[in-house]
């Protein structure tokens, strides 16, 4: 009967597309195994790699690669190439499943999926190594693995789809990969334990290109390093390759707490002693960061970073944009240490102090600096820090460098924010949203979905994205359409966000879909 409706599903999108569409299992499915020698039919499908594998005569913009439901064993290589200049591949699971790629194998590749070519879509499933594994970099049986690395290709998009618990970083998105995208993206636990420190990031950016890089609405958390690093280490670099990236109304939290240090939810630098690789025309809106921060008594006097710009005084970073963020953190939330040219504007900031490097002062101008709207929550009233030189309060700051006009002060005990940070329509599921909450005295709080336009007596599921594999509520929206969310998840659980904090996935059924699925599938009935 299953494979009855998904024939009629593939009918009825070839009628109302026009598109090509192939189909993968998993090599040991039980009644429909992917194989090599498939042609990629329904009835006779690839296994994953081959189909990865097909050149742009067999498969081209508009086809879409459905992945049925199943672990996908291996390390996967795809060299899918659209060469329809407005048109996409996709790679997706089939509606109402979902595919797994496993990485646990003994493999020389350094990635679970890797990625080269240009214009393709890999949306909705799972990148992950599942069962027993080393973390630790001197045990023999070590082996490292990224999530994805997409090494090269321009315009291709990477949506909703759940990285995590990878031996690596979760993301590699390099720099010969311009005009992409990562979007709705849920990247956490990656990493491993090096000899020195926690390692494995959740997002790797560089760019090269004049386009510009999207990372947009990804859930980035508890990541044995940095969140997300915008950055490259190589100190000879002969080009500038880390530029023109957007980081727009992402979630980032946490980063490292499950190694007991925490780091930066995100940094934006190079370590270039040249100066020609200069991370610029770096634009970060609308994000939220925070670390662990039990805001009850005061501002813990230890180093939680949440954004840190800048790192070698060679290489200042310029032309960087920061608009809008919610940023905690603890002793050194911000850190502006080698920076050129910068806009900071309409930011709240919990914080020790708002550290700067003495070797950034002297960039400092009204014409290449603009700071003002900010709101600072901070432990003393001298809240901006010149690290080894002195600190000046809002008044001082502004009359000495014309920095932070309109921009208000206010003692850490004064902290607090709306209850509902954000709600955010998935972009490429209608029926999904993320909702990020706070509470300074962790009561449930009630969120009100009456501006969604969606209709009464629709169902609802929740998950806290910590436990993404459970359901933590599910209910039926009311007359008033307001949800009541619980916040005490942490049962003293140190790896774990406090119950100040908490990041939530609400699916809501669309129950007008399904009838229209019903009656399409009535109206195809005729051709069996």
Same mark, same amino acid.
């Given at each position: 009967?299953?494979?009855?409706?998904?024939?009629?599903?593939?009918?009825?999108?070839?009628?109302?597309?026009?598109?090509?569409?192939?189909?993968?299992?998993?090599?040991?499915?039980?009644?429909?195994?992917?194989?090599?020698?498939?042609?990629?039919?329904?009835?006779?499908?690839?296994?994953?790699?081959?189909?990865?594998?097909?050149?742009?005569?067999?498969?081209?913009?508009?086809?879409?690669?459905?992945?049925?439901?199943?672990?996908?064993?291996?390390?996967?290589?795809?060299?899918?190439?659209?060469?329809?200049?407005?048109?996409?591949?996709?790679?997706?699971?089939?509606?109402?499943?979902?595919?797994?790629?496993?990485?646990?194998?003994?493999?020389?590749?350094?990635?679970?999926?890797?990625?080269?070519?240009?214009?393709?879509?890999?949306?909705?499933?799972?990148?992950?190594?599942?069962?027993?594994?080393?973390?630790?970099?001197?045990?023999?049986?070590?082996?490292?693995?990224?999530?994805?690395?997409?090494?090269?290709?321009?315009?291709?998009?990477?949506?909703?789809?759940?990285?995590?618990?990878?031996?690596?970083?979760?993301?590699?998105?390099? &720099?010969?990969?311009?005009?992409?995208?990562?979007?709705?993206?849920?990247?956490?636990?990656?990493?491993? !334990?090096?000899?020195?420190?926690?390692?494995?990031?959740?997002?790797?950016?560089?760019?090269?290109?004049?386009?510009? &890089?999207?990372? &947009?609405?990804?859930?980035?958390?508890?990541?044995?390093?940095?969140?997300?690093? =915008?950055?490259?280490?190589?100190?000879?670099?002969?080009?500038?390759?880390?530029?023109?990236?957007?980081?727009?109304?992402?979630?980032?939290?946490?980063?490292?707490?499950?190694?007991?240090?925490? %780091?930066?939810?995100?940094?934006?630098?190079?370590?270039?002693?040249?100066?020609?690789?200069?991370?610029?025309?770096?634009?970060?809106?609308?994000?939220?960061?925070?670390?662990?921060?039990?805001?009850?008594?005061?501002?813990?006097?230890?180093?939680?970073?949440?954004?840190?710009?800048?790192?070698?005084?060679?290489?200042?970073?310029?032309?960087?944009?920061?608009?809008?963020?919610?940023?905690?953190? %603890?002793?050194?939330?911000? %850190?502006?240490?080698?920076?050129?040219?910068?806009?900071?504007?309409?930011?709240?900031?919990?914080?020790?102090?708002?550290?700067?490097?003495?070797?950034?002062?002297?960039?400092?101008?009204?014409?290449? @600096?603009?700071?003002?709207?900010?709101?600072?929550?901070?432990? %003393?009233?001298?809240?901006?820090?010149?690290?080894?030189?002195?600190?000046?309060?809002?008044?001082?700051?502004?009359?000495?460098?014309?920095?932070?006009?309109?921009?208000?002060? &206010?003692?850490?005990?004064?902290?607090?924010?709306?209850?509902?940070?954000?709600?955010?329509?998935?972009?490429?599921?209608?029926?999904?949203?993320?909702? =990020?909450?706070?509470?300074?005295?962790?009561?449930?709080?009630?969120?009100?979905?009456?501006?969604?336009?969606?209709?009464?007596?629709?169902?609802?599921?929740?998950?806290?994205?910590?436990? !993404?594999?459970?359901?933590?509520?599910?209910?039926?929206?009311?007359?008033?359409?307001?949800?009541?969310?619980?916040?005490?998840?942490?049962?003293?659980?140190?790896?774990?966000?406090?119950?100040?904090?908490?990041?939530?996935?609400?699916?809501?059924?669309?129950?007008?879909?399904?009838?229209?699925?019903?009656?399409?599938?009535?109206?195809?009935? @005729?051709?069996?």
């Amino acid at each position: 009967m299953k494979l009855i409706y998904t024939i009629i599903f593939v009918l009825i999108s070839f009628v109302l597309t026009g598109q090509n569409e192939f189909h993968v299992y998993p090599q040991n499915h039980k009644t429909t195994p992917g194989k090599p020698t498939g042609n990629g039919s329904i009835q006779n499908p690839w296994d994953l790699q081959t189909a990865l594998n097909q050149n742009s005569k067999v498969i081209n913009g508009g086809d879409v690669i459905w992945l049925h439901e199943g672990v996908y064993d291996g390390r996967f290589v795809s060299n899918l190439q659209s060469n329809i200049k407005h048109k996409h591949i996709t790679v997706s699971s089939f509606p109402n499943e979902w595919a797994i790629l496993n990485g646990n194998i003994n493999s020389k590749r350094t990635s679970v999926l890797t990625v080269s070519g240009s214009r393709v879509i890999y949306k909705s499933f799972e990148i992950t190594w599942l069962g027993d594994f080393s973390r630790k970099q001197t045990e023999l049986n070590f082996q490292k693995s990224d999530g994805i690395n997409h090494n090269s290709g321009i315009n291709c998009k990477f949506i909703n789809l759940i990285i995590h618990n990878n031996p690596g970083s979760g993301f590699g998105t390099w &720099k010969q990969t311009g005009n992409s995208e990562i979007n709705g993206c849920l990247i956490f636990n990656n990493g491993y !334990y090096s000899a020195k420190r926690g390692s494995g990031v959740g997002i790797y950016a560089q760019n090269s290109t004049e386009q510009n &890089k999207l990372i &947009k609405d990804n859930i980035i958390f508890n990541n044995y390093y940095k969140g997300i690093e =915008v950055w490259s280490d190589n100190r000879n670099a002969k080009e500038q390759y880390v530029k023109n990236i957007i980081l727009e109304n992402n979630v980032i939290f946490n980063s490292a707490l499950i190694t007991g240090t925490p %780091r930066d939810n995100l940094i934006i630098a190079t370590n270039d002693n040249n100066g020609i690789n200069i991370a610029k025309n770096i634009t970060v809106k609308d994000n939220i960061f925070y670390h662990n921060t039990a805001l009850s008594k005061t501002i813990e006097n230890n180093n939680a970073p949440s954004l840190t710009l800048g790192f070698n005084k060679n290489a200042p970073i310029e032309s960087i944009k920061v608009l809008n963020n919610i940023i905690i953190g %603890r002793k050194d939330a911000i %850190r502006i240490l080698d920076v050129k040219s910068l806009q900071f504007k309409n930011n709240c900031v919990y914080s020790g102090f708002v550290r700067f490097r003495e070797s950034t002062i002297k960039h400092i101008n009204q014409q290449n @600096w603009k700071f003002s709207n900010n709101t600072y929550y901070t432990r %003393r009233n001298t809240p901006i820090r010149i690290e080894g030189v002195r600190d000046y309060n809002i008044q001082e700051w502004n009359k000495k460098y014309g920095l932070d006009a309109q921009t208000t002060y &206010k003692n850490f005990k004064e902290f607090n924010l709306n209850n509902v940070l954000d709600i955010s329509q998935n972009e490429y599921d209608e029926n999904k949203y993320r909702v =990020v909450l706070f509470d300074k005295n962790e009561n449930d709080v009630i969120v009100d979905f009456s501006e969604y336009g969606i209709t009464k007596g629709t169902s609802f599921i929740i998950k806290d994205v910590e436990n !993404y594999s459970e359901v933590l509520k599910s209910g039926i929206l009311g007359n008033d359409k307001k949800i009541v969310f619980p916040m005490k998840l942490n049962k003293n659980d140190t790896n774990k966000t406090l119950d100040n904090f908490g990041v939530f996935i609400v699916e809501f059924n669309n129950a007008e879909n399904s009838k229209k699925i019903g009656f399409l599938g009535k109206f195809f009935s @005729w051709l069996f």
